[in-house]
């Protein structure tokens, strides 16, 4: 079963406004990790947070991880249009022995010119 | 940065055959990978994990048989999808993990679309 819940499913907003996607999880974690993908392609890494930290940057984007409430968010500032893309969180997992990447169901974000 | 490599990108074929799904680290070993399947608008569900020299571990509902992964050298696993059906078609990613980073991080392939006439 999937491990993250994102909201909203999509976000449609303006260029030059910020984005803020939420993302839910269940159960413990190593890190958490945020992607994006262009329709119809593969993925793209934004950014990885580990389970003892609360806030990185990178660029315009921003992400804050809070373990005891099991969420994340990303914030993109000053949005383009070029960002159109679905975003997705994913848990780096260790279950079973085993470390995987289980994605959430992500946020499809429209920035329109 | 590591690279990963799919191939073919797109493939189409009859019901009733099977298909193979390359997935390559292209500069470093990877004795785990990962494979995903996406359907249109979906999220990546993880399908199963691939072992280098080892047998596949399969998450539960995915069927061994149906879906033969081989991960037969630290930089090449293959999925294999075997007696295709329309429902069969889909978006496959794979991903391999590069111990060489502090974080183990994964790094994505960029997906093969399988359409099963």
């Known amino acids: 079963s999937q491990q993250g819940e994102e909201d909203p499913q999509a976000l449609s907003i303006q260029e030059g406004e910020n984005a803020t996607m939420n993302c839910s999880y269940k159960t413990s974690i190593n890190n958490l990790q945020w992607y994006r993908q262009n329709s119809g392609r593969g993925l793209v890494h934004l950014i990885l947070i580990r389970s003892n930290e609360r806030e990185k940057h990178s660029g315009r984007l921003r992400v804050t991880l809070d373990t005891s409430k099991k969420s994340s968010s990303l914030l993109i500032t000053a949005s383009r249009a070029a960002d159109t893309a679905s975003y997705f969180c994913a848990t780096d997992i260790t279950q079973g022995g085993s470390e995987k990447l289980v994605f959430g169901k992500g946020t499809k974000l429209t920035v329109n010119p | 940065g590591a690279v990963v490599s799919q191939h073919p990108s797109r493939v189409i074929c009859k019901s009733g055959t099977s298909v193979k799904i390359e997935c390559r680290s292209l500069d470093f070993q990877a004795t785990t990978m990962f494979w995903y399947r996406q359907f249109p608008k979906q999220s990546l569900m993880l399908m199963a994990t691939s072992n280098e020299g080892s047998k596949a571990t399969y998450e539960q509902g995915v069927e061994k048989d149906k879906f033969l992964i081989n991960h037969a050298s630290l930089t090449l696993s293959t999925l294999t999808v075997t007696s295709a059906h329309p429902e069969d078609s889909s978006f496959y990613i794979c991903?391999?993990?590069?111990?060489?980073?502090?974080?183990?991080?994964?790094?994505f392939g960029e997906g093969s679309r399988l359409t099963v006439l």
């Open positions: 991903s391999a993990r590069d111990w060489g980073t502090n974080t183990g991080e994964l790094f």
